[in-house]
């Protein structure tokens, strides 16, 4: 289903890692969805746009690079609410060291991803214990539903548990440094794997259960508040994960992909990821790519398509230091691929959207309007780049199978782009009729981004002809903090989190003023 037949809507990108309350670990957690929802469902807001829950690596701290395309990663589990946790004695069982470090990661401005890792994974272990002794060997009813859930899913978590167990008794070792029987897929390596490493599956199948029991909860009161939940699709995951391990037939370990230089980078951009095998994939009808639709679609109501234009042809590097190529090579077999893997993301369901930013050829905006799959309209770079002056595209005119947007979660804040932008850019802004409307003639020149350029700017973007809106939270409450900056390893990366916790926002006059607002735009302008 396209954004234009589910009618005008509009929403927030708040990542959930972003969203602490007071109860959780120093993260958002799958729990906490719920109060954020019900400020959402006030806010006159009907989508949550999140980044992706995918299984990081230990050491990872973006969402986009990933050991596992299934799983949802433990670290978002809300550990009070585990029946285990609980029976065993919550946070008084945790050591003096970790009660300590609990209050610390409560308090931190920022995410701290190993600190709260390492809790998480000590709890969770714990819990497990408390299970295996007192539900699994007993057989019991609680039992009985981990082994409806098993079998269930048994079509991804089975190579997923296995590769997690394996890597935690290989020492963390990529699975291309394993024994050559593991690293091979040798079925009677893997049987006996299984075998040694019962209780280790187990768990991380354990894991995934108790997230998947809260995730369908947190959706259903979700549901509740009249909001629907967007996920993320990664173009690829880790050449390092359970995926690429389990098919390794589809993809191209000798060579990394990323994008071309190009206006945002002149060296392009290396990624470390596998390049997709598109021929081995079509032989297998695209096997791994329809169990990603299928996996998204039993989590989200819709879900953001990244990088899509890798879709119709993924830029490769050789680990050989060969020319970087496209692959396919030619126009016509590009338009055909990105179709076909477009039409196969939509066949279970979920609404999809699609990230085309950036270098996108103009055969793949057709291929998505022909398919109804709406792409980013980015107020700050909807300009007429080939006409004289450049001039801005007015929001109201941006097409109704399109996504509204002030940015995203690799730019800088409004704010921040408004400070920075030369004074010729915002005389082009200024001009345009949908702003000189909501000004009344007075225009937006002034140099900072103040509540009423943001208002302004904000407004605009409620009044667009996109269907779909979706807006960073930063913007709305015109903050300067960055969720990313692309090209940039640094601990700012993937670590914001909200200045209060979101089960108080309707405690802070600020977040109570907002909301407001957002609800008489929803309304002014038919997103309710």
Known sequence: MSARHAGRRAGLLVPLFSSPSTTSWGIGDIGDLAPLTAWLRAAGQRVLQLLPLNEMAPDQHSPYSAISAMAIDPIFIQV????EWTDGGSDDSLSAA?????NHVRTAPRVEYAAIRHLKEAALSAAFGRFHDYEWRRDTERAGALRAFISAQAWWIDDYAL???????ELSRPWMEWPAPLRHRDAEALRQARRDYARDLLFYQYLQWIAATQWAGARANAHANGVELFGDLPFMVDADSADVWAHQGSFRLDVSIGAPPDAFSATGQDWGMPLYDWNALAQDDFRWLRDRARRNRDLYDGYRVDHVVGFYRTFGRPSDGGEPFFTPAVEAE???LGARVLTLLQEPGAEIIAEDLGTVPDFVRASMAELHVPGF??????????EKEQPFRDPAGYP?????????HDTAPMAVWWANAPDDERQQLNRLPTIQRITQGAGLLKESCDAIVRATLLEALFASGSDLLLLPVQDVFGWSDRINEPAT????????????PCDRLNDIPEARKVQAQLHAWAVQYQRL
């Open 400 to 408: 109704p199978d399109s996504v509204a947007t002030s940015g995203t």
């Open 163 to 169: 590769f997690r167990a394996i890597r935690a008794r």
């Open 80 to 83: 009070p609410a585990v029946e």
């Open 489 to 500: 390893v640094t601990p700012e990366n993937w670590t914001f989190h909200l200045p209060w």
């Open 334 to 336: 590009q338009t055909a």
């Open 377 to 386: 309209r980015v107020l700050r770079w909807e300009r007429r780049w080939l």
């Open 98 to 102: 970790d009660r300590e470090r609990l």
